[in-house]
């Protein structure tokens, strides 16, 4: 990084220097002497401390207290300026000519590649199915892909019936509309979600009802949705359905909902976008309620590339559904057509992709729950730290492992911990910012878990979605857990 507009004189005042870091990339400065040899860097940490201490702006950077340069010779290896980095804890470097003249800023973010938060994993299999799809001359939404992949949906969900689509949020949409919910139907949302799962239900003009978390897998609260529905009751306004989401690979606790929602007739959706391969008693997620959604993105444990699923034990659900998946036409030998519908299908080259993905699920889960552990016994002796807990009986698929951070105990916030960790070239992510504080849903009811506590906005405020991808190699995550006790440890400090 070019180091001219990073440049002060030890005469330069705080104020100015101020301005020079607000302008600058990086964001550190170097003072040098009259002979351009490096004296000291100032970052806005070491001026806001001394202003803190009683220092003005109108002060030069030379009444900061002494701070020790960290230089490397400028024609030093990107290695040995990586562990110089990470030897001191620091995020910039500065590379000096013989004559401790500084030539170059380097910094973690342009050495360091992205530890992305959940990439991709392809696998050896996929190709082949995609290939496949060349051989046979499918490319559109038929083929052998697709029926095989539908078949092993089948078997993965335990469902009867399996549909791809060509998104989570089109089998979510699809769902509410094969149970006729319109405009005017109350349907009940888990609360700490990604808005996906509530764009349908606006789509169909319907009213959310947004169902308070618990506290523990952080999914729809059941002692919320016994409140909920015993008030709809009394009041005639029972929901249409229930759309439970298994946030973040974790199940909801599907047995209190499910008794519930069979007590006043209500069906359930689940959304299970994210937790594909997980478990609740002895039904994989999504094979609870009446209809679930799964999704592919390209983040998800298995993708392809974009697309998802609606499955369900109901036949004539998922013939209605793959009827409206595909324009809606009619059994007519003309193009015939009586109801609104959409171009909701997989194509058969992403059902490829899909069919090679869904051979090594199970490895998948399995590495992503060694991440988990590794997260915990690498992070939980730190007071104040915990994560997203499992419900006894269940078994998640811990598609992201989410920390949280008790603000009493942990002296850092966790939008102050994302963004240090973004400059090491590591990539996290705030938990779901719940539906209710969504400007798009000021409007919706909302129920708490409690009379007295409302759970999700407290997990969003002080949660953080770690990388979590099945790739990920045990090195590069001994990294990450390095970088947060170090931040923490730090108290954020610069």
């Not at 170059?104 to 996929?126: K, M, Q, V, W, Y």
């Not at 298994?246 to 937790?275: C, F, K, W």
């Not at 419900?391 to 698929?397: A, F, M, T, Y």
């Not at 920390?403 to 963004?419: A, E, G, K």
Request: aromatic share 6%.
């Amino acid at each position: 990084m070019a180091i001219e507009q990073h440049l002060l004189s030890p005469e330069t005042s705080l104020r100015t220097a101020l301005g020079a870091l607000e302008q600058a990339q990086i964001k550190l400065c170097v003072v040098t002497d009259p002979d351009g040899r490096v004296l000291r860097t100032v970052t806005d940490g070491d001026i806001r401390r001394a202003l803190l201490g009683g220092l003005a702006l109108e002060n030069s950077v030379a009444d900061l207290p002494g701070r020790s340069p960290v230089t490397l010779p400028a024609e030093t290896e990107q290695s040995a300026v990586i562990a110089m980095l990470n030897t001191e804890n620091i995020d910039v470097i500065v590379l000096v000519d013989e004559n401790s003249r500084p030539t170059e800023l380097a910094d973690r973010t342009s050495l360091t590649e992205t530890l992305f938060l959940s990439p991709p994993h392809i696998g050896n299999a996929e190709a082949g199915y995609v290939q496949l799809a060349f051989d046979e001359n499918f490319l559109a939404p038929a083929g052998s892909n697709i029926t095989g992949f539908e078949a092993a949906l089948r078997k993965v969900s335990g469902r009867a019936h399996a549909l791809a689509v060509s998104s989570g949020t089109a089998g979510l949409h699809l769902a509410l509309r094969v149970l006729d919910i319109g405009p005017g139907d109350r349907v009940y949302v888990s609360d700490m979600t990604f808005i996906a799962s509530l764009q349908p239900v606006l789509y169909e003009q319907a009213i959310p009802v947004l169902i308070d978390a618990e506290p523990v897998s952080w999914n729809m609260s059941p002692h919320a949705l016994e409140r909920a529905l015993a008030e709809d009751s009394a009041a005639g306004t029972l929901p249409k359905a229930i759309v439970v989401v298994h946030l973040y690979g974790q199940s909801a606790d599907m047995g209190a909902i499910m008794t519930l929602a069979d007590r006043y007739g209500i069906p359930v959706i689940e959304d299970a976008a994210e937790s594909l391969g997980a478990s609740y008693g002895n039904r994989a997620s999504g094979g609870h309620g009446l209809l679930s959604v799964y999704s592919f993105n390209g983040n998800k444990i298995i993708t392809t590339s974009g697309g998802g699923a609606l499955v369900s034990d109901r036949g004539d659900l998922i013939a209605h559904a793959k009827k409206l998946a595909t324009q809606g036409r009619d059994a007519a030998d003309h193009y015939q057509h009586s109801e609104i519908a959409y171009n909701y299908r997989m194509s058969n080259v992403l059902a490829g992709i899909g069919r090679g993905q869904l051979e090594v699920l199970g490895a998948r889960v399995e590495a992503r729950r060694a991440i988990y552990e590794r997260y915990v016994a690498g992070l939980r002796d730190i007071p104040g730290v915990g994560f997203q807990g499992e419900l006894p009986g269940s078994r998640g698929n811990r598609w992201l492992t989410v920390m949280s951070l008790d603000p009493d105990l942990v002296p850092v916030h966790v939008y102050q911990l994302m963004r240090t960790l973004r400059g090491r070239g590591i990539e996290t992510r705030p938990a779901w910012k719940p539906m209710q504080m969504q400007p798009l849903l000021s409007s919706a009811r909302f129920v708490p878990h409690s009379q007295t506590e409302a759970v999700a906005p407290g997990l969003f405020l002080r949660s953080l979605c770690l990388p979590s991808g099945s790739a990920m190699s045990a090195a590069e995550q001994d990294g990450v857990i390095a970088a947060i006790r170090a931040v923490i440890e730090q108290g954020g400090r610069d």
